[in-house]
């Protein structure tokens, strides 16, 4: 079973940055990567995802101010956030998916306040 542990979340003021990280406890070379966030009563959302060859998908209310980036040798996903919003708090849950499994960490909240 594949385990996923978010850092980075945290507090920070409207138009600043964090940089969230995701460690795998094994290769997720072959997997899609992914950050999804999820705010008090809205349901789970995509913010961006990463393919195996390091091709990049963004949600349209994201683009322009975060990053997804992987290192497959660290086995790690990332994701720099730039020009934070206070819309941008949500709890952020880093993702690996494969062919058939779906793997999730336990979030990080990232508070923004304005």
């Known amino acids: 079973q594949l385990q996923l542990v978010e850092s980075g979340g945290g507090l920070v003021q409207a138009g600043g940055s964090l940089r969230l990280s995701c460690a795998a406890s094994g290769s997720i070379s072959s997997l899609f990567g992914g950050w999804y966030r999820q705010a008090p009563g809205k349901q789970r959302e995509l913010v961006a995802n990463?393919?195996?060859?390091?091709?990049?998908n963004y949600a349209d209310s994201v683009k322009g101010r975060f990053t997804i980036s992987r290192d497959n040798a660290k086995n790690t996903v990332s994701l720099q956030m730039n020009s934070l919003k206070p819309e941008d708090t949500a709890v952020y849950y880093c993702?690996?998916?494969?062919?058939?499994?779906?793997?999730w960490g336990q979030g990080t909240q990232v508070f923004v306040s304005s």
């Open positions: 990463i393919t195996p060859r390091g091709m990049t």
């Open positions: 993702n690996a998916q494969g062919t058939l499994y779906s793997y």
